[in-house]
């Protein structure tokens, strides 16, 4: 059977942000050296040579483009002020005008892409650069965005990781932190999709902004146009499923030991320990997992 790989959309600058630089840049380089689909990644000149230097696989599929943070359209629509103003309202006050502008980017980022299409791909996968947080990880990622076969025309498929609410006819729900119930790290979908969502993010962001509320995440704004546009976007709802990995604490690190068949008798909403975050576990015991990232991918597949 024929391959249907998605070109992978991502980026990375420097910039104020929750970590330094040098928090990010291992994720950043598991992730180039492990992803095998065709891959665009944008950054800024200053980082282009070492980041081009850790993508050791597949570069005749692989593009970087050299795209700087002041030549957004985030700033270019908005401008500068328009993002500091909405870090005031924000609640989570590690947020910049650069970080928020690099959110509003993402389907800008996978817009450009499409129209060049280096690939020849049909489906366009946005996927944040920081998406490999441990060693343990890579081995699992090698057919990732190789071959998707369940997008369907004119949806974007979005992880859903949490309950949503059920807006009342003609109502546009608004969100802000904490209400975090999706997962816009990786979204999937057809450039015509990618279009659409970029046309009716904007009004929906326009919508916030009258209401006084912070457009700084887009996860928020993704949420509101899923609820009221299900044409547009399809969530996964990740807890219905049932895969999970196995970690442990071995010698104070939790790491991957393995797949489960289900989560058992672990309850949809139960809070579980996350192997990317490092949440105590007990010495020696092992705990089942949400894999939210893997899931998603074997659900494409």
């Known amino acids: 059977m024929a391959k249907n790989p998605a070109t992978v959309v991502s980026a990375y600058y420097r910039m104020p942000s929750k970590r330094p630089h040098e928090f990010y840049v291992p994720h950043i380089r598991r992730f180039l050296e492990t992803i095998r689909a065709p891959l665009v990644f944008y950054t800024s000149a200053d980082l282009l040579e070492e980041l081009r230097s850790y993508r050791t696989i597949n570069r005749e599929t692989t593009r970087f483009e050299v795209l700087e943070i002041e030549d957004f359209n985030a700033f270019k ?25 690099v959110w509003y980017e993402k389907k800008e980022f996978v817009l450009r892409t499409a129209a060049l299409n280096p690939f020849r791909t049909e489906l366009f996968m946005w996927c944040d650069s920081g998406l490999i947080r441990t060693p343990d990880w890579m081995p699992h990622m090698a057919t990732f965005c190789t071959d998707l076969k369940v997008v369907p ?3 974007l498929l979005v992880p859903q990781i949490r309950e949503m609410p059920k807006p009342r006819p003609g109502e546009l729900p608004l969100f802000k932190f904490p209400a975090i119930m999706i997962a816009a790290g990786l979204m999937v979908g057809h450039a015509a999709t990618w279009q659409r969502l970029a ?6 962001l326009q919508a916030y902004v009258k209401a006084g ?44 030991v393995g797949r489960a068949p289900s989560h058992g008798n672990i309850k949809p909403n139960q809070r579980l320990v996350y192997a990317w975050t490092g949440h105590p576990l007990p010495a020696g015991q092992t705990a089942l997992v949400p894999d939210e990232w893997m899931f998603f991918l074997w659900y494409l597949s």
């Open 213 to 256: 509320y912070c457009v700084n995440s887009d996860q928020y704004i993704i949420a509101s146009l899923g609820l009221t546009k299900p044409d547009l976007i399809q969530f996964v709802d990740l807890r219905k499923h049932s895969t999970c990995l196995l970690a442990e604490n071995a010698g104070g690190t939790l790491r991957l």
């Open 77 to 101: 629509r908005h401008g500068r002020t328009f993002w500091e103003q909405q870090c005031q309202l924000d609640t989570e006050k590690y947020h910049t005008p650069e970080v928020a502008a």
């Open 199 to 204: 046309d009716e993010y904007e009004k929906v």
């Open 153 to 155: 025309k004119g949806r």
